[in-house]
């Protein structure tokens, strides 16, 4: 359950930066380029600090048969 909602973050914000870039200032990119190096080095140390961020709003508590 967390890693979707994190999947889905990042993916948000993503486009909303694309779009931020292309609307009103290109250097919006560097927070496109923050999400994509985030993603990266959690993919080397399994560590994201919006997981923790997720597991303190309760986010992943949830059993084997997708209960809460």
Not at 12 to 29: E, K, P, Q, T
Request: a positive charge.
């Amino acid at each position: 359950m967390i890693e979707r909602i994190l999947r889905g973050m990042a993916g948000f914000f993503i486009i909303i930066s694309i779009l931020l870039a292309h609307y009103v200032d290109l250097r919006w990119l560097w927070f496109t380029a923050f999400v994509g190096i985030n993603l990266f080095q959690s993919a080397f140390t399994n560590w994201c600090p919006a997981m923790a961020i997720l597991r303190k709003l309760g986010a992943g508590e949830e059993n084997k048969c997708g209960c809460r």
